[in-house]
């Protein structure tokens, strides 16, 4: 059927005959266009196997999704309690003070207290891994020491540290506080 402009009915539907899958219905149309009749079959198998790997793709990409959630999670609570470990032993040297504070004695053993409060601290930071870098006597090292002040003086050698104005720690073999020293500078 032709219409007065030179297209058919079917063209005017939007259809286009060379290009349209077949129907699963008729075997010689299948037949005809070269296909052998196990191919539909087959169609369907490779239809179920990509449906059941975009299943497993889907999956797949939730269960990453949750162990990325899982795993940002247990970070931020490993950050929130990680201080635990090192404040616990903190909290004996924190009485002892209050129990100091609280106390109405003579100043000599006020003041052995307060030695036995430094010795528990010491102690507490030291099972935590902390220790006083060394610095009086000691060659002056940039990566442990900040000089704070060079003193000319013949009395000791040249970048040796006379004074520690603020002792510096390490924990373990990373720098916490670098020491504050004044160094001596022969003339």
């Known amino acids: 059927m032709k219409k007065a402009n030179g297209n058919t009915e079917t063209e005017m539907a939007g259809l286009d005959l060379e ?42 990409q939730a269960e990453f999704e949750n162990a990325r959630r899982r795993s940002v999670k247990e970070q931020q609570d490993y950050r929130d309690y990680a201080a635990a470990e090192a404040i616990k032993p903190l909290l004996p040297v924190l009485d002892s003070f209050e129990r100091a504070l609280q106390a109405k ?22 099972k935590a891994g902390v220790r006083a870098i060394p610095a009086k006597g000691e060659q002056f090292d940039p990566h442990i020491h900040e000089a704070i002040e060079m003193v000319e003086t013949s009395d000791a050698a040249d970048h040796e540290v006379l004074e520690e ?23």
């Not at 149309?29 to 369907?44: I, M």
């Not at 528990?120 to 030291?126: F, G, H, I, N, V």
Request: glycine share 10%; charged share 35%; aromatic share 4%.
């Open 19 to 60: 290009h349209q899958l077949p129907s699963g219905d008729g075997d010689e149309r299948s037949q005809a266009a070269g296909e052998t009749p196990g191919a539909e079959g087959e169609l369907q198998k490779l239809k179920a196997e990509r449906d059941s790997l975009l299943d497993r793709l889907a999956r797949a």
């Open 165 to 187: 104005l603020q002792r510096g720690y390490k924990i373990k073999d990373r720098l916490l506080r670098p020491a504050m020293v004044k160094v001596a500078k022969n003339p």
């Open 105 to 126: 004695s003579e100043p000599g053993d006020f003041r052995s207290g307060v030695e036995l409060i430094y010795k528990q601290l010491e102690d507490a930071l030291s």
